[in-house]
């Protein structure tokens, strides 16, 4: 699906079920990769800005929304971060966040389509950052549900899946043979962090995701935040432990190394997001 265009006002919009979300600017780049169509646009409010099949992915002047919330509760909760693993994530921004913390040692980061890749170091090189030339992060060209399922049992601390909407090349991050390998790979006492859309536009995959998550691991839940560029605004992430629910407890050395350099994740914010889960998906998480 490629993104809807207006020409004549300099619109580009995500149309969903009957709604549109769009950015005025201008495209810098429409091409389909082996995988996808990949489109980034200049816009006005939010700087250059990445489209995938149609859909936002992310922007520079709003990419924090997003990255700090999905990456910094699992770092800074995990109880030991030597090693973590990164499926997705092509603009760099949740690498960038990860390599923040001096304490990790190694990342991984399993991207399927080097086209994205290409395009957000050229375009959005903000957005990565210096992650690109942090000589931990590797990046493997390749899928990310065959690494997940060939990699050692206890291999990660963290694990993160930074993927788009479940379809196209992400289709099958969200499901129960990934997510158990997920575990499996994990440390006793690591995290897996991972994008849940949105409780409004997707309110079916976002409650079944959480349900699926929480059937393989033993503690799991959703965080809630905005990501104004994203149907309806409204986003949620979801983590999980095995022993306890680690990630609701954020690690106060880390806090105190990266905090003051968030523009959103604080552990106050986190708190306050974890139990901002509206009533109605609490009613069907724990009937």
Same mark, same amino acid.
Not at 66 to 76: F, G, I, N
Not at 149 to 156: E, K, S, V
Not at 204 to 209: D, F, G, N, P, R
């Given at each position: ?27 810098? *780049?429409? @091409?389909? =990769?082996?995988?996808?169509?990949? /489109? $980034?646009?200049? +816009? ?5 800005? !990445?489209? %995938? ?62 086209? *994205?890749? @290409?395009? =957000?170091?050229?375009?959005?090189? /903000? $957005?990565?950052? +210096? ?5 931990? !992060?590797? %990046? ?148």
């Amino acid at each position: 699906m490629q993104a809807s265009q207006d020409p004549l006002n300099n619109w580009i919009y995500e149309n969903h079920k009957g709604v549109r979300y769009g950015l005025k600017g201008k495209v810098l *780049v429409d @091409e389909r =990769s082996s995988f996808q169509q990949i /489109t $980034i646009i200049e +816009s006005e409010r939010y700087g250059k800005s !990445l489209l %995938l099949d149609g859909c936002w992915m992310t922007a520079e002047h709003q990419e924090r929304h997003y990255h700090e919330c999905l990456v910094q509760p699992a770092l800074c909760s995990s109880a030991e971060l030597s090693k973590a693993l990164i499926i997705g994530g092509g603009d760099g921004g949740t690498a960038r966040e990860c390599l923040r913390h001096k304490e990790l040692k190694y990342l991984d980061m399993v991207e399927i389509d080097l086209r *994205v890749v @290409e395009l =957000s170091q050229k375009y959005l090189p /903000t $957005i990565g950052g +210096s992650a690109w030339i942090d000589q931990r !992060l590797h %990046l493997n060209i390749c899928n990310g549900i065959d690494w997940v399922a060939n990699a050692l049992d206890g291999t990660y601390d963290v694990v993160i899946v930074d993927g788009s909407d479940p379809k196209g090349p992400a289709e099958g991050l969200f499901n129960k043979i990934f997510f158990e390998n997920c575990k499996r790979i994990l440390k006793p006492n690591g995290v897996f962090a991972t994008q849940t859309e949105s409780p409004e536009a997707f309110q079916s995959i976002h409650i079944e995701t959480i349900k699926l998550i929480r059937e393989i691991f033993e503690f799991a839940d959703p965080l809630y935040g905005s990501v104004p560029m994203y149907p309806s605004g409204w986003w949620s992430w979801t983590f999980a432990s095995i022993n306890s629910p680690r990630y609701k407890h954020p690690i106060k050395k880390r806090v105190d190394e990266i905090s003051k350099n968030c523009e959103i994740w604080s552990p106050r914010w986190q708190k306050g997001a974890f139990d901002a889960i509206p009533a109605f998906i609490e009613r069907e998480l724990n009937p």
